[in-house]
């Protein structure tokens, strides 16, 4: 399920840039409404929210097809990503461990010390806090910039 979730995110994210670019277009085109500003932070603000679902939904896909490939095929033991992550490491490797909240797929060795299959976790689950952070602080702009207009 979350597989699906994921590969919908990423099929989706090319009709957000398309939305974005043509916002960005319409706020630089000369004929726009008297209260822009307001509109702009408001629909800048529910799009970095938007962001922020459709990387963590590909993050969360990204796990979920990680602990698949582990869990089936004659090939699975130990887990791909682990496998290809740490080569040298293979003869090493115990088990792994995902985490869904935060993503992450991490592999364990057979000592017990644990290293992350894959940088991209870490820079997804940033890019999740750093959208929905924005999001959450144009939206609070937005209110406010809303209550200081004169009536």
């Given at each position: 399920?979350?597989?699906?979730?994921g590969a919908?995110?990423?099929?989706?994210?090319?009709?957000?840039?398309?939305?974005?670019?043509v916002?960005?277009?319409?706020?630089?085109l000369?004929?726009?409404?008297?209260?822009?500003?307001v509109?702009?932070?408001?629909?800048?603000a529910?799009?970095?929210?938007?962001a922020?679902?459709?990387?963590?939904?590909?993050a969360?896909?990204?796990?979920?097809?990680?602990?698949?490939q582990?869990?089936?095929?004659?090939?699975?033991?130990?887990?791909?990503?682990?496998?290809?992550?740490?080569?040298?490491l293979?003869?090493?490797?115990?088990t792994?461990?995902a985490s869904?909240?935060?993503?992450?797929?991490?592999?364990?060795?057979?000592?017990?010390?644990?290293?992350?299959?894959?940088?991209?976790y870490?820079?997804?689950?940033?890019?999740?806090?750093?959208c929905?952070?924005?999001?959450?602080?144009?939206?609070?702009?937005?209110?406010?910039?809303n209550?200081?207009?004169?009536?």
């Open positions: 399920m979350l597989m699906l979730l919908g995110a990423l099929l989706a994210t090319p009709l957000w840039v398309i939305a974005v670019v916002k960005a277009l319409s706020v630089a000369p004929g726009r409404r008297p209260d822009w500003g509109r702009l932070l408001r629909w800048a529910v799009m970095l929210a938007a922020a679902v459709m990387l963590l939904l590909m969360l896909g990204a796990v979920e097809l990680s602990v698949n582990a869990g089936s095929g004659a090939g699975s033991s130990p887990a791909p990503a682990c496998r290809e992550a740490a080569p040298h293979v003869a090493h490797l115990a792994h461990h869904y909240l935060p993503p992450a797929f991490d592999c364990v060795l057979d000592d017990g010390t644990t290293f992350a299959s894959s940088g991209v870490l820079w997804l689950n940033g890019l999740v806090v750093a929905a952070t924005a999001s959450v602080l144009l939206g609070v702009a937005a209110r406010y910039t209550r200081l207009r004169p009536a």
